[in-house]
C-alpha cells in the first residue's frame, strides 16, 4: 500500500548495534502496527498503538521498543540487535473511526539481516 | 492467549484444480478476515466475515466462517497461475481487544 511507507527497504547489521525502522502513513488512520515475518511462524505482533501516546505490547516485545512520534509516525527500535531478529518487518494501519472491525493496511516491509 | 491454527502450510496444485485452507481458533472469534500475500508482496486485506455461518464469494474465492465462529475456510475453485501466493486468516477475538491474530499462512503453489 503506497500510502503506508517504511524505511529503510532492507537493512543488514551487525550484533549490537541499535537500529530503527520508520513507517508512516498518509491515510489518515489512528492505529498503527509493527508485525514481524518469519518462514512457517507467520505474521506476529511486536507493539501496537491505537492512537498517539497509546503504546501496546503484542506477543513478541522482547528486545524491541517503539515510539509514536504523531498520527502518521511509529518507529520500531532494536536497541541491541541479535542475530534471531532477523526477519522481515511489517507496518500496518487501520482506522477505528470506521468500527472497530477494520481491515489493516501493510506497508512494502523491511527485510532486516543482523549477522 | 488467543490461538488460531491454519492448515495446510503448504500445497501445491495443477492449474485448474481446487484448493481450500481452513483456519480454526481456540476461542470463539468475532470476526475473520482473509489476506493474501503475493511472491515478494505484502499481506492485502481480501474479505471479512462477521456473522456466524456467513458464506461471501469474490469470483473464483468462497470464504466461510462457521456457525460457531471458531473456524473459517477459504476455497479457490479452479484455481490458476495468478492465484499463487501466501493466504492468511486473521481472527479478532470476541471481547478482546479489538486486535487480530494470524494465522500461520497457507502457502499456495499453482502449477502450469
Known amino acids: 500500500d503506497a500510502d503506508v511507507t517504511q524505511t529503510p527497504r532492507n537493512r543488514i547489521t551487525k550484533t549490537g548495534k541499535r537500529i530503527m525502522l520508520e513507517c508512516s502513513q498518509t491515510?489518515?488512520?489512528?492505529?498503527m502496527y509493527w508485525y514481524r515475518q518469519d518462514p512457517g511462524l507467520g505474521l506476529r505482533l511486536i507493539y501496537y498503538?491505537?492512537?498517539?501516546?497509546?503504546?501496546n505490547k503484542g506477543e513478541i516485545s522482547d528486545g524491541y521498543s517503539v515510539s509514536r512520534q504523531a498520527q502518521a509516525k511509529f518507529s520500531l527500535s532494536l536497541e541491541s540487535a541479535i542475530p534471531n531478529q532477523t526477519a522481515l518487518y511489517f507496518c500496518?494501519?487501520?482506522?477505528?473511526?470506521?468500527?472497530?472491525?477494520?481491515?489493516?493496511?501493510f506497508g512494502d516491509g523491511t527485510r532486516l539481516s543482523i549477522l | 492467549g488467543q490461538q488460531v491454527m491454519q492448515i495446510p502450510q503448504y500445497q501445491h496444485v495443477q492449474e485448474g484444480e481446487d484448493f481450500t485452507t481452513y483456519c480454526n481458533s481456540s476461542t470463539t472469534l468475532s470476526n475473520i478476515q482473509w489476506y493474501k500475500q503475493r511472491p515478494g508482496g505484502h499481506p492485502v486485506f481480501l474479505i471479512q466475515l462477521v456473522k456466524s455461518g456467513e458464506v461471501k464469494k469474490q469470483k473464483r474465492l468462497t470464504f466461510q466462517f462457521g456457525e460457531a465462529k471458531k473456524n473459517s475456510s477459504l476455497h479457490i475453485t479452479a484455481t490458476q497461475t495468478t492465484d499463487v501466493g501466501t493466504y492468511f486468516c486473521?481472527?479478532?477475538?470476541?471481547?478482546?481487544?479489538?486486535?487480530?491474530?494470524f494465522g500461520i499462512g497457507t502457502k499456495l503453489q499453482v502449477i502450469p
Open positions: 486473521a481472527g479478532m477475538k470476541e471481547g478482546g481487544y479489538q486486535k487480530v491474530t
Open positions: 491515510k489518515g488512520h489512528d492505529r
Open positions: 500496518a494501519t487501520s482506522d477505528a473511526r470506521q468500527g472497530t472491525r477494520q481491515p489493516q493496511h
Open positions: 498503538s491505537f492512537d498517539v501516546k497509546d503504546i
